[in-house]
């Protein structure tokens, strides 16, 4: 099997694996709140993620690694990653449609390209600025349900929240743009941090009746493990092997749209959602101004921006 065959095998399992994490999302937030369910997916890909890198020999080597040696970058990536971002995002898919917090997440690469004008440097194209115009027309369509002309949102915080997932994922990649980490050491020392922070928040807080005792939810508890297994752990490690493998980024990136309409589908069946014509019509908008973003980049640039 050639390497770009074999690289694609990895993005279509990625990408099959990043489908159903909406579905999940709704399924688990129905037993349990966003912050239990960050703090037991954390869990679960921290302990994925470690024994694969002790298997690699690799697990020594992210816990002596010196302050300037990537801990001192985890202390503050780890409070953005998982902490920041997936209470974010668990709140809006908590408020919202999971078809509706799905589709204004994808706008999240635009969201990269306006915030690396002002931390990057970089400047803006006519491409970005149109492809962000089509997108968030998209984002509005969503937001209103349709009733673009009435600025009267249907769940305004949850919009909101939406919105601010994608800016603090879009924030978190631009910083850590140089980070000489390797990819899997990164996403556990990340989690090491995060997770201390997470099992006090929840100590104090909703605390751990849905996991631990007579009260423990076994749907919540096996909800929160597929999405630690699938959204932070295995599909992450998919896509960084898939991308390390492929000739050319673009042949791999392309393989996120196929993600949208498999969501969808998940989402009428498995949740009941019935699928609002407002959102197949703003999400048509959103990949129409990613896959202009995307036509715009040269492979080279492609692939140094992954």
């Not at 078809?99 to 491409?127: D, K, S």
């Not at 009941?272 to 407002?278: A, F």
């Not at 048509?284 to 992954?306: H, M, Y």
Request: net charge positive; proline share 5%.
């Amino acid at each position: 099997m050639s390497q770009d065959r074999e690289a694609m095998l990895y993005g279509l399992g990625a990408v099959a694996l990043w489908s159903t994490v909406a579905t999940a999302f709704k399924l688990a937030l129905e037993q349990m709140s966003p912050l239990e369910l960050v703090w037991l997916a954390a869990l679960v890909s921290w302990l994925l993620i470690g024994v694969l890198m002790w298997r690699q020999g690799k697990l020594r080597e992210a816990l002596t690694t010196g302050w300037r040696g990537g801990w001192r970058t985890a202390l503050w990536a780890g409070l953005m990653n998982p902490v920041g971002y997936y209470l974010v995002l668990f709140g809006a898919y908590a408020r919202l449609p999971g078809q509706e917090a799905m589709a204004l997440n994808y706008t999240w690469a635009l969201a990269m390209a306006f915030l690396a004008v002002p931390i990057l440097a970089q400047r803006l194209t006519r491409i970005d600025v149109a492809a962000g115009l089509i997108a968030y027309a998209g984002v509005w369509t969503i937001a209103t349900r349709g009733e673009i002309f009435d600025v009267a949102f249907a769940d305004p915080l949850g919009v909101g929240l939406a919105l601010g997932s994608t800016l603090l994922w879009a924030l978190y990649w631009l910083l850590n743009a140089r980070d000489p980490r390797a990819p899997l050491v990164a996403q556990w020392q990340n989690f090491s941090i995060a997770l201390p922070v997470l099992t006090l928040l929840v100590a104090f807080g909703p605390g751990f009746g849905n996991f631990i005792g007579a009260s423990a939810n076994p749907q919540a508890l096996m909800a929160g493990i597929y999405v630690g297994l699938c959204e932070m752990g295995i599909a992450f490690v998919l896509w960084q092997l898939a991308v390390h493998k492929v000739s050319r980024t673009a042949k791999v990136s392309n393989l996120i749209f196929l993600s949208p309409p498999i969501s969808l589908t998940l989402l009428h069946f498995i949740v009941g959602e019935p699928i609002l014509t407002s959102t197949l019509a703003g999400l048509v908008l959103i990949l129409a101004g990613l896959g202009l973003q995307q036509l715009q980049k040269a492979p080279a640039e492609l692939s140094r921006s992954t």
